[in-house]
């Protein structure tokens, strides 16, 4: 198989198991047995998000989401053309996921909670919601610039990436339903036809992961003479 179509089949399924799992717990919470809650939910998708990108980094590098892809070509790391591809596969494997779960969960449960859009408290503006997902963006991207791209990079795999959303959403999950990924807010928008705030969930994680591309690619990295 060419070797940019495994590098994008690799993206979609990631990203596939990073939506499916993050809002398919969300989902799960409202039936008998599933009373986890919010810790339940940042496990479910902090665990997904560890082992896609685990299983992912070898074969496309593990972004599984077009911010931080958006930070790899800020820093040149990823070529323009190659990027938006990803984007497009990220794209097309969040909103897969969107419909599988759709089919599996009961249609009064996945219509009530749009299978698991993300969503903004009342008592958080627009503005204030960009600032939130940009910044646990800006932490997404560092853990994976300090684990992933890093040549001196502790042999942690996915798992500080992962960990890293993990914290994410049990911070950001009751503000902005901390998305930190615009393929999970926009598969299950796209599908569910719940459009509210997306502008966040795109503006706010990408200038987040940019920055923090900059800031690791510039100052905190090694450099070849050091």
């Known amino acids: 198989m060419h070797g940019m179509t495994r590098r994008l089949l690799a993206e979609l399924f990631g990203t596939f198991m990073v939506v499916f799992f993050s809002s398919g717990a969300i989902l799960a919470t409202v039936f008998p047995k599933g009373g986890f809650g919010l810790i339940g939910i940042s496990l479910a998708a902090g665990l997904a998000m560890s082992i896609a990108v ?3 980094m070898g074969i496309s590098g593990g972004h599984l989401n077009p911010a931080l892809t958006a930070g790899m070509i800020a820093i040149r790391r990823i070529d323009l053309k190659t990027g938006g591809l990803y984007v497009v596969a990220q ?3 969040g909103t897969l ?4 779960l759709r089919t599996l969960v009961p ?6 909670l749009v299978l698991g859009t993300p969503s ?6 627009l503005s204030q919601a960009m600032w939130i997902e940009g910044t646990l963006a800006f932490f997404l991207m560092s853990a994976v610039m300090a684990t992933i791209v890093s040549p001196q990079a502790p042999r942690l795999a996915g798992f500080g990436v992962g960990l890293t959303l993990l914290a994410c959403i049990l911070f950001g999950g009751p503000l902005t339903g901390a998305a930190v990924n615009p393929a999970r807010a926009f598969g299950p928008a796209l599908v569910s036809g719940q459009w509210v ?5 795109w503006v706010g994680p990408i200038i987040g992961a940019i920055l923090a591309a900059f800031f690791w690619e510039k100052l905190l990295l090694p450099k070849a003479t050091d």
């Open 120 to 125: 903004i408290a009342a008592t958080i503006t």
């Open 91 to 93: 794209l097309v494997g």
């Open 97 to 100: 996921a969107a419909l599988v």
């Open 197 to 201: 705030g997306q502008g966040a969930y």
């Open 107 to 112: 249609g009064g449960v996945s219509s009530v």
């Open 54 to 56: 685990s299983a992912t």
